[in-house]
Nanobody, 122 residues
Framework: QAQVVESGGGSVQSGGSLRLSCTAPGFASNGCGVDWFRRAAGKAQEFVARISTDGSTEYAGAAKGRFTLSKNEAEDTVYLQMNSLRPEDTAKYYC????????????????WGQGTQVTVSS
């Protein structure tokens, strides 16, 4: 079973930017969309953003206007550009694939990755 790999996290000051990457081998050809989630210490997992196979995107309220999704299918990678970061964005960020527009398929069942830590200081 293939696994997603997240990277790009780090420590920044409030107002800074980071670009996270999610690599999932073959996700585009498998017809998978990609979601980003985050989990802050002591809190429940939270949806951040979603990109579908046609490139359309959705964002949680906290991400709208500050975060932008893009993808490079040739590189099997989805990017989450995060601008104007705030201390409340501090969390570990994870990506997850899902079947877009069809019945369940094992082709979109990737193992969860280790996540990438984002820490924003005030």
């Amino acid at each position: 079973q293939a696994q997603v790999v997240e990277s790009g996290g780090g420590s920044v000051q409030s107002g800074g930017s980071l670009r996270l990457s999610c690599t999932a081998p073959g996700f585009a050809s498998n017809g998978c969309g990609v979601d980003w989630f985050r989990r802050a210490a002591g809190k429940a997992q939270e949806f951040v953003a979603r990109i579908s196979t046609d490139g359309s995107t959705e964002y949680a309220g906290a991400a709208k206007g500050r975060f932008t999704l893009s993808k490079n299918e040739a590189e099997d990678t989805v990017y989450l550009q995060m601008n104007s970061l705030r201390p409340e964005d501090t969390a570990k960020y994870y990506c997850k694939t899902w079947v877009d527009g069809g019945p369940w398929s094992p082709k979109c069942e990737y193992k969860w990755g280790q996540g990438t830590q984002v820490t924003v200081s005030s």
